[in-house]
């Protein structure tokens, strides 16, 4: 199953946690969510406004934009490459009868560091 997710800002965090949970069938023990993206990721994490400024923060810090990257010759994105590379892209959440079985401040989320785009995301 697939659904997309676009994008308003470069870095931006979407909580697809209820779009992911409509695809869970009944009888899945776990479920796999994956990005077929090479400059975004997919995260578990609280979905807090402060926290979601703080990850971005985090982001540019451990790789800033511009930093004299190889890739940028190519396309100016390496960045987003590299963070990415730090957000990993999939995550398998378990499932117990029928839903998806996330901490009580768990959401699954996805981050652009390429954006604006539209983006697909892959549910298994």
């Avoid at 931006?12 to 023990?29: L, N, Q, Y």
Wanted: aromatic residues 4%.
């Amino acid at each position: 199953m697939e659904f997309e997710v676009t994008t308003s800002k470069r870095v931006d965090i979407v909580d697809i946690t209820d779009r992911v949970a409509e695809h869970v069938p009944e009888a899945a023990d776990t479920c796999t969510v994956f990005v077929p993206h090479t400059t975004a990721g997919v995260i578990v994490n609280e979905n807090e406004r402060r926290l979601r400024s703080d990850f971005k923060t985090l982001l540019s810090r451990l790789v800033p934009r511009g930093d004299d990257y190889a890739h940028d010759q190519l396309d100016g994105n390496a960045d987003a490459h590299l963070r990415s590379v730090l957000l990993g892209e999939h995550v398998t959440v378990p499932v117990e009868d029928g839903e998806l079985a996330l901490g009580t401040w768990q959401s699954i989320l996805f981050v652009d560091c390429d954006g604006p785009r539209t983006r697909r995301i892959v549910v298994k």
